[in-house]
């Protein structure tokens, strides 16, 4: 099975209790106490490209879009 995330694969065996648990107890990430995936863009969800100055919270990627309505201005 190869996946981009591991919720499409609990939804596939979810009639299958055993292999349920044995897939969740071995493949699910752990919850995280810090680090990038504590801090996903408050935007769209990615997790690369992240921009905290400002307590911003968005990806370089929803800061370009965004950057002149939230009134940054390009000088150069
Ligand atoms: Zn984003």
Do not use: W
């Not at 065996?13 to 292999?19: N, R, S, T």
């Not at 897939?23 to 863009?41: D, F, I, L, M």
């Not at 370089?60 to 940054?72: H, I, S, W």
Request: aromatic content about 10%.
């Amino acid at each position: 099975m190869t996946t981009t995330h591991h919720s499409k694969v609990l939804t596939q065996i979810k009639d299958k209790p055993g292999k349920y648990a044995k897939y969740k107890k071995h493949n699910v990430p752990k919850e995280r106490q810090s680090g990038k995936t504590k801090r996903p863009c408050v935007r769209c969800g990615r997790f690369g490209g992240h921009i905290r100055s400002f307590s911003l919270g968005l990806c370089r990627q929803c800061f370009r879009e965004n950057a002149t309505e939230l009134g940054f201005k390009q000088y150069s």
